[in-house]
Structures are given as C-alpha cells and as structure tokens.
C-alpha cells in the first residue's frame, strides 16, 4: 500500500512571494491533515478535511494560508505571500473515518520551506 | 485543553545502553497517549499508543512506555538501544472526547546513538 506522498520535498523562496504544497493522501482516506513543524518544536494542526469539506481550521492563518482538497482526493496547501516566519516543515496526514474517531493518522515525508 | 512537555531536547546514548525519553502531559479529561518516532527526511510514524486498560504497551521494536496517571506521565523506554534508533521521538495527546483526530504533540526528543 503506497503511502501519503508529498510535494515538493523543499523549496526555497523569498518574503513576499508565494508557494504551493501538494498532498496526495492513502487511497479511500476520508480525512486528512496538514500540520506545521517548526524547528524545535512538535507538529502543529492547521487544518482538517473530511471528503472535501473543512473540519477544522481554527489554527490556520487565513490572511495568507489556503488549503482546498477538491473532489476529497488530493490537497493543496498555499502561502501568499510568504513571511521569515512560515519556514517550517509542513506535513500531510490521512487517517480513515469512522464513527468512532479513533483511527492513526499517517505521515507523508514532509515539505520543507526556507523563507528568506 | 491538553499540553505536552518534553523536557529533554536531546538524549546522547551508548549503543546497548538503555535509555528514557521523558513526557508529560496536561489535561482536565480522560486522555489517549502516544509516542511517535521521526527518522531523519521521513515523516512521523506511530511507535506505541495507551488506550486503556494496562498501564504498561509495548512496540515491536523493543520500546515500551508506562501510563502514570497520578503523575501525568508516560515516559519510553529501551533497555538496550541500537545505533538505528538514532531519530526523534514525538509524544503526543488527545482527549477521549475528539478521539485519534486532535493529536498536541510535544516539542520532541533527539535520541542520539553512539558506537
């Protein structure tokens, strides 16, 4: 079974400019994650599909972050413009769905960001 | 809401030493506890996990943590480590009431093995 994949694998830009992230998550995962690691510190949520609709996205900065997953397959996770502050590794997670909700999220490889 | 606390940045350890990676945890309701492990340009995979029931859950690798819920801790564990163990280990939390889905992770262990 092939994993969540993830591209690119880094990337380097400016301030200012802006940058795109795709996520293609396990086949006939309902949920998916994507989450912020900056150096030093753990894996933070920004936001969550189920199928294509948004469950949460309390923590992401919606002045300059966007994430859509059409047809509740594939995801792209967009900056612009891009801040010092966004370099990070920025993981992709899909886990199934269930009533229950207690399912193990699965990791992709991570893209990491340098802002300069 | 919950919180995680690693005190350790980063743990240097002789191969067949054993070693201890330290976490602990906040929260005003029930919880479900995990450990994940990062090995380097790869992405978090899941180690062990405590549900319930027995305190003490193990991974196939050797690792194993223990639920102290009188200390809010739940700390790993390797009685003999081996050179590729080297990686980063993640302890993370959710409540019972949001299930797997709302994971808090800690700030992470760099477990380091030296010959």
């Known amino acids: 079974e092939a994993g969540v994949a993830q591209s690119p694998r880094y990337k380097i830009i400016e301030k200012r400019q802006s940058v795109a992230f795709w996520c293609n998550p396990i086949s006939g995962h309902a949920t998916l994650y994507w989450y912020q690691q900056i150096l030093g510190q753990g894996p933070k949520l920004l936001i969550q599909f189920q199928n294509n609709g948004v469950v949460d996205d309390s923590q992401l900065p919606k002045d300059r972050f966007s994430a859509e997953r059409l047809k509740g397959v594939d995801s792209t996770l967009k900056i612009q413009p891009a801040k010092l502050e966004d370099s990070a590794v920025y993981l992709c997670?899909?886990?199934?769905?269930?009533?229950?909700?207690?399912?193990?999220?699965?990791f992709g490889p991570g893209t990491r960001l340098t802002v300069l | 809401a919950q919180s995680v606390t690693q005190l350790d940045s980063q743990v240097p350890v002789f191969e067949e030493a054993p070693v201890e990676l330290r976490c602990n945890y906040s929260?005003?309701?029930?919880?479900?506890l995990f450990w994940y492990v990062q090995y380097p340009n790869q992405g978090l995979q899941l180690l062990l996990k405590y549900l319930s029931g027995s305190t003490l859950v193990e991974s196939i690798n050797g690792f194993e943590a223990e639920f102290n819920k009188s200390q809010t801790s739940f700390h790993l564990r390797k009685p003999s480590v081996h050179i590729s163990d080297t990686a980063e280990y993640f302890c993370a939390v959710s409540s019972m009431n949001t299930g797997f889905q709302k994971l808090v992770f800690g700030t992470g262990t760099r477990l380091l093995v030296s010959p």
């Open positions: 929260s005003s309701v029930s919880v479900y």
């Open positions: 997670a899909s886990s199934p769905v269930g009533t229950s909700g207690n399912y193990e999220q699965f």
